[in-house]
């Protein structure tokens, strides 16, 4: 039987379709609510719109103010996106992971193999830009940069879930599970023994003066911290190998997905406000004032969360990688799954401009980067986002009728696809 023929037609498109930063939909055409047809396979419009959402919150958190002045209180973009916009790309990156691999039913023998050699380029390919990009970024602190640039994690995210991709869906959420705990136990434990980072946002010759402060920065120290981040690869990965066409599974996200976020946030309540936590925290941590710990419960660490008490673990702020974060982090994600694909099943065509830039968020993230570079965000931070977020509309919109799958994701579509079918060519000369 054939890789096209094992693929569940109305869920997963075709590798060479399908990338973590975006599908092409060239030469798509309508069938049915909430899906596009291409090249004879139907794909979710939804997985794309809760990816360009995702976009728009990454952006948002990047150039408009965390607080009020007046208040100090967080403002409504923060507390909607702040860590979840990022948890809910992870989580899509392992969905199209899935699809990359066969969909509901995973890739086996050199199939399998040529797809984990494409995926391991792809992931040098983004690790690649980001480590370019980086040095454009103004700043090295998190006081002076206005962003860190998750490009440079994505790919040892997908390094890391190369392993996992034969597995079912079951073992994949047993896995995600465990990850969700032994990352943050990990970085409490190895926090303070590991290399520190100089620049947040490392560049080639960050990487090449000191790797093994980039490699712990990656895995374990940075901002968006791979092993850590691999509860959301993997819970995607498992959503993937379902049938997310289906309307149960469609609901059984937003519901399941709102009720793990609930549950999160009432554990941390109970532990952090409740049982005592917050004491133990002021009474472990002296350097910290009760406005110093607040910080972090609201805005997350600055830069990382300290390795004091075991209590840290039980809070749930943005960037924090814990594991009441991360439960948080998946349940929002997929919920706004969940929610987008039963909203795009009667009305796809509403969120278009959304979906489009969700098809293309490797290139339009990437030109926000460097739009960033500019610093213009400081003095005009709604004027720079709305217009942003418009321009990145409208190109994303008429590009993706025009062309299909956006510039640079074509680059590293090519770069992988081009690795696998020389895997099974070679596999067949031989």
């Known amino acids: 039987m054939s890789e096209s023929d094992r693929r569940p037609r109305a869920v997963a498109p075709a590798a060479d379709e399908a990338t973590p930063w975006g599908?092409?939909?060239?030469?798509?055409?309508?069938?049915?609510?909430?899906?596009?047809?291409v090249t004879g396979k139907r794909r979710l419009v939804g997985i794309d719109a809760a990816r360009g959402l995702a976009l728009i919150g990454m952006v948002s958190i990047h150039i408009l103010p965390a607080w009020d002045p007046e208040t100090f209180a967080p403002t409504a973009q923060w507390t909607l996106f702040a860590g979840r916009s990022a948890a809910l790309f992870a989580?899509?990156?392992?969905?199209?992971?899935?699809?990359?691999?066969?969909?509901?039913?995973a890739h086996t023998g050199r199939a399998m193999t040529a797809t984990r050699a494409g995926i391991l380029v792809r992931a040098l390919l983004i690790t690649g830009l980001g480590l370019a990009i980086n040095p454009l970024i103004p700043g090295t602190t998190v006081e002076?940069?206005?962003?860190?640039?998750?490009?440079?994690?994505?790919?040892?995210?997908?390094?890391?879930?190369?392993?996992?991709?034969?597995?079912?869906?079951?073992?994949?959420?047993?896995?995600?599970?465990?990850?969700?705990?032994?990352?943050?136990?990990?970085?409490?434990?190895?926090?303070?023994?590991?290399?520190?980072?100089?620049?947040?946002?490392?560049?080639?010759?960050?990487?090449?003066?000191?790797?093994?402060?980039?490699?712990?920065?990656?895995?374990?120290?940075?901002?968006y911290p791979a092993l850590p981040y691999l509860a959301y690869l993997l819970a995607g990965l498992g959503l993937?190998?379902?049938?997310?066409?289906?309307?149960?599974?469609?609901?059984?996200?937003?519901?399941?997905?709102?009720?793990?976020?609930?549950?999160?946030?009432?554990?941390?309540?109970?532990l952090i406000l409740q049982a005592g936590g917050y004491d133990q925290l002021?009474?472990?941590?002296?350097?910290?004032?009760?406005?110093?710990?607040?910080?972090?419960?609201?805005?997350?660490?600055?830069?990382?969360?300290?390795?004091?008490?075991?209590w840290w673990l039980a809070i749930a702020g943005p960037h924090t990688n814990t594991p009441l974060a991360l439960a948080m982090g998946l349940g929002s994600g997929a919920a706004v799954l969940g929610g987008f694909l039963l909203l795009?099943?009667?009305f796809g065509s509403w969120v278009l401009p959304l979906s489009a830039m969700g098809t293309m968020t490797l290139t339009l993230y990437s030109a926000h980067l460097l739009a960033l570079s500019a610093e213009v965000h400081y003095d005009q931070p709604y004027l720079w986002f709305f217009?942003?977020?418009?321009?990145?509309?409208l190109f994303a919109t008429a590009w993706h009728r025009a062309l299909g799958q956006g510039p640079l994701e074509r680059v590293v579509a090519r770069g992988a696809n081009l690795t696998r079918r020389l895997v099974l060519t070679g596999h067949r000369a031989s």
């Open 23 to 37: 599908t092409s939909h060239a030469g798509a055409s309508d069938d049915g609510p909430g899906t596009k047809r």
């Open 240 to 270: 993937g190998r379902l049938n997310l066409a289906g309307i149960q599974v469609q609901v059984g996200l937003l519901l399941v997905g709102l009720g793990l976020a609930v549950v999160a946030w009432l554990a941390y309540w109970v």
């Open 344 to 346: 795009t099943r009667r």
């Open 144 to 223: 002076e940069i206005p962003a860190v640039n998750i490009l440079i994690y994505y790919g040892a995210f997908f390094v890391l879930a190369i392993p996992f991709l034969r597995l079912s869906a079951k073992a994949l959420f047993v896995w995600a599970g465990v990850f969700a705990v032994a990352g943050p136990v990990l970085m409490h434990l190895l926090r303070e023994r590991l290399p520190v980072a100089v620049d947040l946002n490392p560049g080639f010759a960050d990487l090449a003066a000191d790797p093994a402060a980039s490699i712990a920065q990656l895995l374990l120290t940075g901002t």
């Open 282 to 310: 002021m009474t472990s941590t002296p350097a910290l004032t009760e406005d110093g710990i607040d910080d972090i419960i609201v805005f997350g660490p600055d830069p990382v969360l300290p390795t004091t008490t075991w």
């Open 91 to 105: 989580l899509l990156a392992g969905v199209s992971l899935a699809f990359t691999s066969g969909g509901r039913t």
């Open 387 to 393: 217009l942003q977020i418009g321009v990145a509309a």
